[in-house]
T-cell receptor, first 112, second 115 residues
Framework: ETGVTQTPRHLVMGMTNKKSLKCEQH?????MYWYKQSAKKPLELMFV???????ENNSVPSRFSPECPNSSHLFLHLHTLQPEDSALYLC???????????FGPGTRLLVL | AQTVTQSQPEMSVQEAETVTLSCTYD???????LFWYKQPPSRQMILVIR??????QNATENRFSVNFQKAAKSFSLKISDSQLGDAAMYFC????????????FGTGTSLTVIP
């Protein structure tokens, strides 16, 4: 595997389910990001981690819970989501905060 | 907060021709980064080009070049000799230094390349 990978690629869940999105970067980077991409809206930065510590949390609802166990892995734990949370969730990494980001292919999430 | 505006939701270009995608941004900062990212139908976002605000020289990357007008807060992307593989959504992004580690993206421009 090279670059940034995300699993699963597609996810359908009910509002009462609990699921997790996984991101792994193979680039030796030390910063990782979660974004939400909705149709016709700008990409929304959700969380930023640097050296496994969360440095930004952009007023994201608590039903989204990130976890960064090491510099290569990033998770987004989901629980009691709403239909408006349906979107493409993108993970990215960079070597240094604010530097050029490399994106994963995304997880297409549908909340029923 | 900084905003990034891409006023062209859709653009089209004939293969081998040149097209320019526009981007403007609103900021009071003097130092920042600007990016153009490309998102093909496969969804993997790819960096096209990056510009540091302190550099006066416009960034170029093969067929891709930017026209960075700092005073006008404009950052347009020019694609020369367009190819079918250039068809994608193009996002302009702004990296703030003053407001922590924030990135701001535009809503994107969908580029169609006509054979």
């Amino acid at each position: 595997e090279t670059g940034v990978t995300q699993t699963p690629r597609h996810l359908v869940m009910g509002m009462t389910n609990k699921k997790s999105l996984k991101c792994e970067q193979h680039l030796g980077h030390n910063a990782m990001y979660w974004y939400k991409q909705s149709a016709k809206k700008p990409l929304e930065l959700m969380f930023v981690y640097s050296l496994e510590e969360r440095v930004e949390n952009n007023s994201v609802p608590s039903r989204f819970s990130p976890e960064c166990p090491n510099s290569s892995h990033l998770f987004l734990h989901l629980h009691t989501l709403q239909p408006e949370d349906s979107a493409l969730y993108l993970c990215a990494s960079s070597q240094g905060l604010g530097e050029t980001q490399y994106f994963g292919p995304g997880t297409r999430l549908l909340v029923l | 907060a900084q905003t990034v505006t891409q006023s062209q939701p859709e653009m089209s270009v004939q293969e081998a021709e040149t097209v320019t995608l526009s981007c403007t941004y609103d900021t009071s900062e003097s130092d920042y980064y600007l990016f153009w990212y490309k998102q093909p139908p496969s969804r993997q976002m790819i960096l096209v080009i990056r510009q540091e605000a302190y550099k006066q020289q416009n960034a170029t990357e093969n067929r891709f070049s930017v026209n960075f007008q700092k005073a006008a807060k404009s950052f347009s992307l020019k694609i020369s000799d367009s190819q079918l593989g250039d068809a994608a959504m193009y996002f302009c992004a702004y990296r703030s230094f003053d407001t922590g580690n924030q990135f701001y993206f535009g809503t994107g421009t969908s580029l169609t390349v006509i054979p």
